[in-house]
């Protein structure tokens, strides 16, 4: 098992750090919010998931694309324009998309998808599906209106969500204290009638979380769920580098998450053989992605007015 | 022999076989389920088809909207039903941020197969939040479809359509209009998209009535053909995508075109359908033009000043009249009692 998690930890890590490294040539011409530090929170709560479960999530989805399974190849292409991209490069950084793998798309604007998710939900149960929901949306997500109508309806109509609050303390550069007279998530959640709590940044205990309550929701118990898991955004809001000389957080504040690194946590929990092999298969997939991006050819012309319309079948 | 029914009674039927058809389809919004029932356009619903399949829902258009597009993506076919068409400014982020635009920048992944119904209040002070007809909006969004019925059958034609359709389809009615009675056929049938439908047929001047400023074209026409003009009269039904073609046929032969809207003028519908009939026109034919709909001011309940903030059957015939003999004549019909608008009939 932890094999498996530290794979999908190193794996999300290292695309992000590729991209920021890529960056500068600009050769990926969209804008990238970078999960980088955040990681375990989508890779707790997609190790919990089956293929059949789908996640809606926020712009900042790259490491939860990865962990649900998304495409790699199609991921790489997309940030660099190319046909061959999961959006066939219609999309971009912040709108991620695999159907096949349960990804089912990112919004720029914060809160939005959260919604769907929950419409989602509501067709899963329709439907007579075991299968679960996840909703993924950073704490910024929870200044917005949209954020309480949902609670209420996803807990009126008892649907098979599972809500995962991002919570790193910043929407871009403000501080959840500046904007929330209580900084009570979790406890808001409560209120609407719902199981929520709060879990600090530990892979495993996310994981442990998240496991009981989707094996809860497929016994048949009734959702949704609600986890406040605590994380830290190590880069700048959008952009490969650090922020620290922006002056509105210090590296001090930083340091306690970047000592609780969960990669490096669990690479010291697996046997060194196994975990150089994993990392020598991660960075040959990795280098195979962006050569594929690379060589990719750009769309025609002529797609930039095909799927404006879902034509007749 | 043919079937009369109401405007209310076709969007109910169409509902009803459509959800008998099709059993992704479900229907919810405010009220739904409520002994009015939305005019009668959803009544008999839960009965039929549960609770599950109908529904009321909170008083929140955003979060209800985003679950329309989250129920879309796992296969269903969501209509959304809002009693004011004012309302729907609660939810355009869901709109025209995701459901417009989640075909093409998901790359043709994914698609959103909703029908957002709304209407569009008049008279008995509907005021300032009750009487928006805000088509243009979506109008202007690629990725979205917009359609206003104005007659029974359109309305049954368009509203199974929408729901066949698998893009996020804006149905527009229009109160005054749920009064209208016509002939319906009883079977499922569609009204597609892109084929605006020649009224009243005539060679003087093209008249477009959009929504329930048809009505008011058809009675002016008639107004007109007192004087011996002959109107041709047009109805677009589908605004998005629009025929233009049809219009630009008319007006080819007219070489007048009037386009009254059940809306704002500027940057509306009415903007729309004369910039693009006179570029197709453009060097081909001369062409006067005339746009007319609501008084560039917000809408005031009071009856005095409600009247003058519509264009009525008169007061579309007067304009038409200057246009099609040049100069201002003030020319006005004797109001005909045989031609007068059906009254909404409140209150409520």
């Not at chain 1, 209106?145 to 807990?155: K, L």
């Not at chain 2, 989640?102 to 009750?130: F, L, T």
Request: hydrophobic residues 40%; aromatic residues 10%.
């Amino acid at each position: 098992m932890y094999e498996k998690f530290y794979r999908s930890l190193y794996r999300s890590r290292r695309v992000e750090e590729e991209v920021a490294r890529v960056y500068p040539t600009d050769k990926i011409k969209s804008p990238v919010h970078l999960s980088i530090g955040q990681e375990a929170v989508s890779v707790g709560v997609c190790e919990a998931l089956r293929p059949d479960d789908v996640i809606f999530c926020s712009y900042r989805s790259h490491a939860a694309y990865l962990a649900k399974g998304g495409d790699l190849n199609q991921m790489i292409a997309e940030m660099y324009g190319k046909v061959t991209g999961c959006a066939k490069g219609k999309g971009g950084s912040m709108h991620l998309v695999d159907v096949a793998h349960g990804v089912m798309g990112a919004s720029a604007v914060v809160g939005t998808t959260i919604a769907h998710a929950v419409g989602y939900a509501y067709a899963v149960k329709f439907q007579r599906k075991d299968s679960v929901v996840v909703s993924f949306f950073g704490d910024g997500a929870t200044d917005e209106g949209v954020f309480y109508e949902i609670m209420n309806f996803a807990a009126l109509k008892k649907l098979p969500v599972i809500f995962i609050c991002e919570n790193n303390s910043y929407a871009i550069h403000t501080h959840q204290v500046r904007r929330q007279s209580n900084p009570n998530i979790y406890e808001r959640a409560r209120v609407f009638g719902m199981p929520a709590e709060r879990i600090e940044d530990d892979v495993l205990r996310i994981y442990e979380r998240v496991s009981a309550a989707v094996q809860a929701l497929r016994a048949g118990e009734h959702g949704p769920f609600f986890f406040e898991c605590m994380t830290y955004r190590w880069k700048e809001h959008v952009g490969p580098n650090d922020d620290f000389h922006l002056g509105y957080r210090t590296r001090e504040e930083a340091e306690p998450w970047f000592k609780n690194d969960q990669v490096k946590r669990l690479a010291e929990m697996i046997d060194a053989r196994q975990r150089e092999r994993i990392e020598q298969e991660v960075e040959a997939e990795i280098l195979a992605a962006f050569d594929f991006a690379e060589e990719s050819p750009f769309p025609d012309g002529v797609e930039l007015f095909t799927d404006v319309f879902r034509e007749a079948k | 022999m043919e079937r009369i029914i109401s405007f209310v009674e076709a969007i109910r039927e169409a509902t009803y076989q459509e959800m008998a058809r099709d059993p992704t389809v479900i229907v919810f919004g405010l009220d739904v389920d409520d002994p009015k029932a939305i005019q009668g356009t959803t009544r008999g619903l839960v009965e039929k088809y549960g609770r599950e399949r109908v529904f009321c829902t909170p008083l929140s258009e955003d979060a209800m909207t985003g679950v329309a597009i989250g129920m879309a993506l796992a296969g269903l076919r969501p209509i959304h039903i809002h009693i004011r068409m004012d309302f729907l400014m609660l939810a355009m982020n869901q709109l025209v941020n995701i459901a417009a635009k989640s075909h093409y920048m998901y790359g043709g992944q994914v698609h959103v197969p909703i029908v957002v119904r709304s209407m569009i209040g008049k008279s008995w002070g509907q005021g300032a939040q009750h009487s928006q007809a805000l088509y243009s909006f979506f109008m202007h969004v690629p990725g979205l479809k917009v359609v206003a019925p104005t007659t029974p059958h359109d309305a049954k034609g368009c509203l199974i359509h929408a729901i066949r359709d698998d893009n996020p389809v804006m149905y527009v009615e229009h109160r005054l209009l749920h009064f209208q009675k016509g002939p319906v056929p009883e079977q499922l049938y569609t009204v597609p998209p892109a084929k605006a439908r020649v009224t009243v047929k005539g060679d003087d001047v093209t008249l477009v009535g959009i929504s329930y400023m048809q009505v008011e074209c058809l009675r002016a026409q008639r107004y007109l053909e007192d004087v011996g003009i002959h109107a041709e009269v047009i109805d677009p039904i589908w605004l998005s995508p629009l025929d233009i073609e049809t219009i630009v046929a008319s007006v080819r032969k007219t070489g007048a075109l009037c386009v009254v809207d059940n809306g704002w003028t500027t940057c509306g519908a009415s903007a729309e359908i004369i910039a693009r009939v006179t570029e197709c026109l453009q060097r081909v034919r001369d062409v006067r033009v005339r746009r007319m709909g609501f008084a560039p001011v917000t809408c005031p309940p009071t009856p005095t000043l409600e009247s003058l903030f519509y264009p009525n059957a008169r007061t579309i015939a007067s304009a038409v009249y200057d246009l099609v003999k040049g100069g201002s004549h003030n020319w006005m019909p004797v109001e005909r009692s045989d031609l007068k608008e059906i009254e909404f009939k409140g209150p409520f």
